[in-house]
């Protein structure tokens, strides 16, 4: 494949396997790699650095490298090297198994941040050097620009900052996906410019990654599939609490805050997210728009039927039989579908000039509408807090949502107080459970509170929330936000012991 | 004074007096205010209000109303109307005595909200119908123009929104006032744009407020000064502090991050802050900006020093003796700042694009850096967030500052856990007290907790908190976040026994 995908004779010339480009990346250092919800990473070269760091441990030595990415990623990248305790630390965000035990067995430092923070992070250095940057495209052109694979990410970025670059060029995807991109670079303050996107589907970048080719030590052929995102039809908790939003969004409209095509949407994934998408793509709303991080089935469903007139997105991640349809008709949704660094798809300047209707789950809330999205217990990491945050506190509607119970309903998933904060009082507006939604706008903390139990709540923890909600107002040393300190966790001490909250 | 001072003729023809303008305010009404850090503020009506009130009270009659503002007020609207117990709800930020006592004593409804995001949600109809403005000027032009007073907060909106303007025309404020401000009105989407800012002194709107003259009821003239903003010398605590930040900065510049005349300040009130500033204008820097939300008598000399060259804000709040060198040079210093509606002089948008260096005061944080604001023990209102969230998210730097101990060494400022989170893990780079300064950027929690217990902790503390993170990391169910919930809040149950922490 080699003359068709890398055009440039230069770097044809650095076509090695991906056990030589692994070679390229020593111990210590820390490597910038594509990868966005599983799609655009590097499919091989991680593998051949993981049996590298096998290899060197075997002997005694000890080779771990930092691994910074757009998002999460895939086995083959996060499950390899942190299944061989080969990564010492880890940004911005994971969702992998091996690499989730690292982080809470202490293994690796994890460094859980916004997605929108990151690029400029990188750039002023506060994550240390970075010394490889480790690339997936899907074409190189004849004068060496580099056309981007299913994610952008914070590519744009690590080609700039690292030192040395290896670049996967993988023909397992589809060459038709040039020209979908859209690289615009931010610059750092005092020089920095509005961005000038005032909708969804404006374009003010250009197609291609650019690469200093004498930074590029490597270029390895890969023909693999990205990680299929699996894709499960909504259960009925997913479909009644997508129905809540429907029927609240129908409400906004009503009332005349947003235009009768809504707001640009933002989406999280999973299973309520799909099922909110299904809901949209059955509903009554035409023309729509999305501003968000990720691109999914339940999109991909809503361009083809007409309702999603454009999605911007940092990544596209689909299942194996949407993937054929995006593959299949690419030439359409290359006109629908526009990916961004993900510095500019999660960037509050534009979340919040767009007004996005942002839609994101979460592990808890309590009854006061602060959030958790990361932390099982208060201890013990999930994934990360991802662009929830970006998204939430610059949203027109920031929706957090969850099924009401887990563990068999040992669980819930409304509390007294989180044990951990990634999105305050101040972010959270509407609060969604199968058993309803809470709308906390223009409200004061007790009167969330009330709204939060009779709606979210499951109601066998309904009579326990309410009861520490009035012993609080008797009890707490100010009425703004009543607590009881010395209990506030009693919930989460219990499940800890394996009881039913 | 009315015909200098307020030129429109129908507008004369509405001068009443305070009470006869308090009786176009009834019982359940919503009241946008003006107002902002005790500058700008009406200062004859809510005192009568308050009478009204008073007088509904003794005959038995309920008479409550909504207090929307900019930000704190003063004794002669807050303290006032407070008093009386005649707030029913306040949003969205206070620092008074008679109204943070109803507020934690139930009596009040209190919304802490973010100052940028207010005007939007008012807008959106987010906390219900305004329906009176009550707002200060300093004059009327002939067309009916306003020349606004020495904060414009959400003037513009409350002028808008509301079905019933009543104004107070302030002759003890200064007539040259006129051209200082800068007022642009932000779109809602979809209709939104760029605002057209790229550096603190850009001037993007017009100097007046502009209103429906037929929706004004009443103009009341007044003679009154602001309330006084206590300035006092630095202590040796917030000397320390300073100068910490001081050596951080140069440390900053050292490393080329940022240029040798900083990044626009923004700095929080309070004797900290005066400090800092104090420490600016004998350091080694000139033409410095700022882009903040009250400028007071630490910026002012810097601005008659010649270091600070520009000041965006949305007030001015001065001491007595920094007021009358304002109103005798205000030729010059309308030169040199900026008054803009609060929603900009907090926006995201902008102060992200301008990297700003925010400086904020906090209650406490915990070893993790998650940053208590506003709630004392948990559960008591001191203040609220006000615009500390804006700046820190969305700065180049977010600092927030405290001493190291509260109540004559009783309580620790950090703490295994904050008992109420404004400002998350992922939102606070840089935690400063008298013994250090700890930067937290690019590490992950428990590399953080290492450094808040070693930098910031007073001595004393320091050994129970270590102790707590090392056996929380022996304990807890994950390594990314250790906590031991069963006594995360045992430091804050023993203050709220009044023993020590």
Same mark, same amino acid.
């Given at each position: ?12 010339? =650095? ?7 692994a ?25 051949a ?10 002997r ?17 990248l996060?499950?390899? +090297?942190?299944? !061989? ?9 994971q ?35 970075? %010394? ?16 981007p ?13 690292a %030192?040395?670059?290896?670049?996967e ?15 615009? &670079? ?32 490597? !270029? ?61 793509? %059955? ?12 691109l999914? %089935? ?5 361009i083809?039927?007409?309702? +999603?007139?454009?999605?911007s ?16 008709? +690419?030439?359409i949704?290359?006109?629908r579908?526009?990916l961004?660094?993900q ?60 099924p ?6 040992? +669980?819930?998933?409304v ?8 999105? &305050? ?9 199968e058993?309803?939604l ?11 509170? =009330?709204?939060?139990?009779e709606?979210?709540?499951?109601? =066998? ?12 107002? =008797? ?27």
């Open positions: 494949m080699s003359e068709s995908r890398i055009q440039n004779a230069a770097l044809r010339g =650095k076509i090695v396997s991906a056990d030589e480009a070679a390229f990346i020593h111990p210590g250092d820390n490597v910038g790699v594509s990868g966005f919800t599983g799609s655009g990473h590097p499919k091989e070269v991680p593998q650095l993981a049996r590298r760091i096998a290899a060197a441990t075997g005694g030595e000890s080779f771990r490298v930092g691994v910074w990415t757009g998002a999460s990623t895939a086995p083959e996060d499950g390899v +090297l942190f299944g !061989v305790n080969g990564g010492s630390m880890r940004l911005p965000y969702s992998d198994p091996e690499c989730r035990k690292r982080i809470n067995s202490g293994d690796a430092w994890y460094i859980d941040a916004h997605l929108s923070h990151v690029a400029q992070n990188a750039a002023w250095g506060h994550y240390g050097k970075l %010394d490889v940057a480790l690339i997936e495209v899907v074409g190189i052109l004849e004068d060496g620009r580099l056309v694979s299913t994610s952008v990410g914070n590519n744009p970025t690590w080609l700039e900052l %030192d040395r670059v290896i670049l060029v993988n023909s397992g995807l589809n060459a038709k996906l040039e020209g979908m991109h859209d690289i615009y &670079t931010v610059a750092l303050p005092p020089h920095r410019q509005a961005i000038p996107i005032a909708r969804a589907d404006d374009r003010i970048g250009d197609p291609y990654l650019r690469v200093d080719l004498d930074k590029v030590v490597a !270029v390895v052929e890969t023909d693999c599939p990205d990680r299929d995102t699996k894709f499960s039809e909504p259960d009925e908790n997913s479909r009644r609490i997508a129905g809540h939003i429907l029927e609240f969004l129908q409400y906004e409209v009503k009332k005349g805050r947003i235009p009768a095509n809504l707001l640009p949407l933002q989406s999280g994934v999973g299973n309520v997210a799909n099922a909110v998408m299904a809901g949209l793509n %059955d509903g009554p709303y035409e023309n729509l728009t999305a501003y968000t991080e990720v999914q %089935d339940g999109m991909l469903d809503m083809r039927s007409g309702k +999603l007139v454009y999605a997105s940092t990544a596209v991640s689909l299942s194996k039989e949407a993937l054929a349809d995006f593959n299949a008709n +690419l030439d949704y290359r006109k579908i526009i961004r660094p510095e500019i798809s999660n960037h509050p300047e534009i979340a919040r000039r767009l007004g996005v209707i942002s839609m994101n789950g979460m592990l808890e809330a309590d009854i006061y509408g602060n959030v958790n999205s990361t932390h099982v217990l208060g201890s013990k990491m999930m994934n990360g807090i991802g662009g929830s945050g970006d998204f939430a506190r610059n949203a027109y509607l920031s929706i957090f949502m969850t009401s119970l887990a563990k068999n309903g040992a +669980l819930s998933c509390v007294p107080m989180v044990s951990h904060v990634d999105h &305050t009082e101040h972010d959270v507006q509407v609060l969604v459970t058993h309803g809470a709308d906390l706008r223009g409200l004061a903390p007790r009167q969330r509170a =009330k709204l939060v139990i709606k979210c709540a499951d109601p =066998k923890f309904r009579p326990a929330l309410a009861d520490y909600l009035a012993r609080a107002e =008797k009890g707490a040393n100010g009425q703004q936000t009543p607590h009881l300190l010395g209990e506030a966790y009693d919930w989460h001490l219990r499940a800890l012991r394996g009881e039913s909250m």
